[in-house]
């Protein structure tokens, strides 16, 4: 990327998340003015002042550093909820755990402090943050689906295949590469909106199934073994369910950039441009059929056949194990493709709020699956990425154009979200599970165990950053693995 090109990605990187985060303060400073909780600050930027106001006792203000923001209250931060005073300890005969003064001879506890507030505003005022997070992602998932609502191309085209999973249901129907579908269900001359429409409307039926095999017409039939919503059934379950892998375009794979510098393809010299004309000998048109031919290898290493600067040559790659699209593993060569030909279209405001909706259910399902699978130990943790990561990601979306940035900066809108949910101090989510367990003992934590639990927290955040960020890095190296 030339200097011109890295400028504009990092500026569209700190505005990304500096909205991100700035949506994530408002949401802790609305709930807090709203239950009566002084907040000292409301900041544009961190670091030194550069300009502002101040109203009502909070300092609006502008500073330096143009990373997000932040917001102040009384009170509200770690080590002033555990040097609070043996004055200012909780009552344990207070029904709303609210906090005052043991002794009555003791000057009251000011009432702005978010230490004052019961416990249920102070998990409110900490829900708060992730929750406008929230609230953003699906705001702008909406607002791409009712303005630039992309759909692939080839879904309204007839049902040419790209593959056929091997021992698959559609396999034993005895279909082949090549073949076209002529009947699902009652619809004559499908494409693969209807069938995955029918599929999704008729789940757990076996409906009847028609294709065109070396000029002949084979009558059979294929179940429907699926078990989501009508409306869930998607082009990946095209593959899991029956087998079938569509044609997405007439061209080859063509690498459009390779993240990881220590991913397979990247280690086999794969170049940004190179068109991947075959593998082991099969014409490929998408990455779909791809991977499912990758997975029936059980990952064997296979030869490519790779065309660059009309020079034709054959390099052998042996695949790695990464979370798929779903989140469960699955064989990757490491490179992001080209996507096919789209047809873009405005869905009505109502339509696009339930597909804002669907996305945001989707992504936040991904999320945990790959959060899981890393627990599991099913999914590598390289998989994670840092600020080097992300802004790799919005580089590839400004690409693409201003709406896959705009769907970029939902995903990230959310991922933010609900890495603050984790219970983890520091973290809202952290907040959040220490309010409860005191609510449940209807006393504090003790305050040097719960100072130690922040100090090891912080710790711990402060190591798993620096893992991340390195993680970014040695992806972005150019040195070899073996093996």
């Given amino acids: 990327m030339h200097i011109g090109g890295f400028l504009v990605t990092a500026i569209y990187f700190l505005v990304i998340l500096g909205v991100m985060v700035l949506v994530h303060e408002f949401g802790h400073f609305a709930v807090a003015k709203l239950f009566g909780v002084r907040v ?29 923001g932040y917001v102040k209250m009384t009170g509200e931060t770690e080590m002033e909820m555990i040097q609070t005073s043996p004055s200012e300890s909780l009552d344990p005969d207070s029904p709303d755990g609210t906090l005052r003064a043991a002794n ?36 702008l998932f909406t607002t791409v689906a009712h303005y630039h609502h992309e759909t692939v191309e080839y879904l309204q085209d007839k049902g040419e295949l790209d593959y056929v999973v091997a021992n698959s249901l559609a396999a034993k129907t005895g279909i082949q590469v090549g073949d076209r579908i002529v009947r699902f269900d ?26 065109i095999h070396d000029g002949k017409r084979v009558d059979t039939s294929l179940p429907v073994n699926f078990s989501g919503k009508p409306e869930e059934f998607g082009p990946d379950d095209l593959s899991t369910v029956y087998g079938l892998v569509a044609r997405p375009q007439d061209g080859p794979v063509v690498v459009n950039d390779l993240p990881d ?39 064997k290493a ?6 660059r600067d009309d020079k034709t040559f054959q390099t052998q790659v042996t695949p790695r194990l990464t979370p798929g699209p779903n989140g469960q593993p699955a064989y990757r060569l490491g490179f992001t493709a080209t996507l096919p030909p789209v047809v873009v279209t405005r869905q009505p405001m109502l339509l696009a709020l339930k597909t804002g909706w669907k996305d945001f259910t989707k992504n936040s399902t991904l999320v945990f699956d790959v ?6 130990r099913q999914v590598s943790v390289r998989n994670l990425s840092g600020p080097v990561g992300i802004a790799q990601q919005v580089g590839m979306a400004r690409e693409m154009g201003s709406w896959t940035v705009l769907a970029l900066a939902a995903a990230i809108s959310l991922n933010l979200g609900i890495f603050n949910l984790l219970p983890m101090p520091i973290l809202d989510g952290g907040m959040i599970l220490f309010l409860m367990i005191e609510s449940i003992l209807r006393r504090d ?25 390195f993680n970014d890095i040695t992806k972005l190296l150019p040195f070899n693995h073996k093996g």
């Fill in 186 to 211: 009652d619809v004559k001359n499908p494409t693969w909106v209807d069938v995955m429409m029918f599929s999704g409307l008729k789940a757990g039926q076996t409906l009847r199934f028609s294709y």
């Fill in 371 to 376: 959060m899981g699978g890393m627990f599991k």
């Fill in 261 to 299: 510098a220590t991913a397979p393809a990247a280690v086999a010299g794969l170049q940004k441009g190179d068109k991947i004309l075959a593998v082991d000998g099969y014409q490929f048109h998408g990455t779909e059929a791809t991977s499912a031919y990758l997975k029936d290898g059980d990952g």
């Fill in 445 to 469: 934590v003790n305050a040097q165990l719960k100072e130690r639990i922040y100090q090891a927290a912080f710790v711990c955040i402060v190591l798993f950053a620096v893992f991340v960020i």
């Fill in 104 to 139: 009555p001879a003791d000057a009251k506890l000011d009432p702005g402090n978010f230490n004052a507030k019961p416990r249920w505003q102070r998990m409110l005022i900490a829900l708060a943050g992730p929750v406008a997070n929230f609230i953003l992602a699906i705001f």
């Fill in 302 to 307: 296979v030869t490519l056949t790779v065309e």
């Fill in 40 to 68: 000292e600050a409301f900041s544009i930027g961190m670091g030194k002042r550069l300009f502002g106001f101040v109203h009502n006792g909070t300092d609006y203000k502008v500073c330096a550093l143009p990373l997000g």
